[in-house]
């Protein structure tokens, strides 16, 4: 075999070999993973848990993929998220420029994906006999004005509820008198239903998909409609989150912030795709877009 022969066979060989390599992944290290495949963390706003363990649950389930889900309030999940400059995560806005710039320094550009609409739902103990509220007079509240409201009921002084209702307020921080606060949605739930005359402020999503051990606590409450105008009420229903007719109706985004293509892009394709968006229509919440319907045409009708 001539020396030139030798060369023309080992530069092709040489030059796959390097490639391979340079493709390669470390499966032993954390968060090792590829868009369907190795394991990652997500960080996750407590209020929307429900829905992401669902999609999760799924997921896992097609790919050979294991994603661990960190559930935190909305700022301390962004605090995470920002001290490892890299990662994915789950909340009920879009990062600000602050947090964009943060990620530009270091060369990442978060990709956001919307995926879904749910809400913030006003929830009363059964033994009040109320079933309606006025978002003014919230409003007023939590401005310091005494009215008929005895006490409010939030997740968490760091969660997107409290920010969400602040920003309707127009207020930096909620008042101490009146205000009361856990730190989780199940907490609220449990409190608010052995509670008479206090009101929550929880995710809709955990209404709508309880655990098997919240159901008795959640049968002893009334999900409030919402006065919007002159004597318009609305109740958080799939169809007036949907069409945002229910006021406090918010989209839900995941942001991938890995900086390279791994599971944060396939699982934020997975929800919005066809799969997740059934997913979400089931669970209560709107999907971002309607997932398509399978019509099965038959050229006859079958006799019985």
Known sequence: MSKQFKILILVPLLVLVIALSCNKKDNNQPNSDSIIAGKTSILVDETLLPII??????????????????????KESILEL?????????????????????????????????????????IKSKKSNDSLIDLKEVIDFVKGNKNTIKGLVFDNPNSSSVRYICNLAEIESLP????????????????????????GVVGINWLS???????????????????????????????????????????LYIINCQGYEGLGMGFASFIAGEIGQRIISQSGL??????????????????K
């Open 53 to 74: 363990e669902d999609q999760v649950t799924v997921f896992e389930s097609q790919y050979d993929a294991k994603i661990t889900l960190i559930p935190k309030s909305e």
């Open 286 to 303: 709107a999907p971002i877009r309607e997932p398509s319907r399978d019509i099965i045409i038959r050229n006859q009708i079958e006799k």
């Open 176 to 199: 101490i008198e009146g205000i009361f606060s856990f730190k989780t949605n199940e907490e609220v739930i449990k409190h608010v239903s052995e509670n008479d005359g206090m009101i």
């Open 209 to 251: 998909q309880p655990k098997p051990e919240m159901q008795k606590y959640i049968d002893n409450v009334t999900i409030l409609s919402v006065k919007v105008n002159n004597d318009n009420y609305v109740y958080p229903s799939q169809e007036s989150i949907a069409t945002r007719e229910y006021p406090l109706a918010r989209v």
């Open 82 to 122: 920002s001290k490892t400059k890299m990662g994915i995560i789950v909340l009920s806005r879009e990062l600000n420029k602050q947090e964009l710039t943060l990620f530009n320094k270091n060369k990442i550009k978060p990709k956001t994906t919307p995926f879904a609409i749910d809400a913030i739902a006003f």
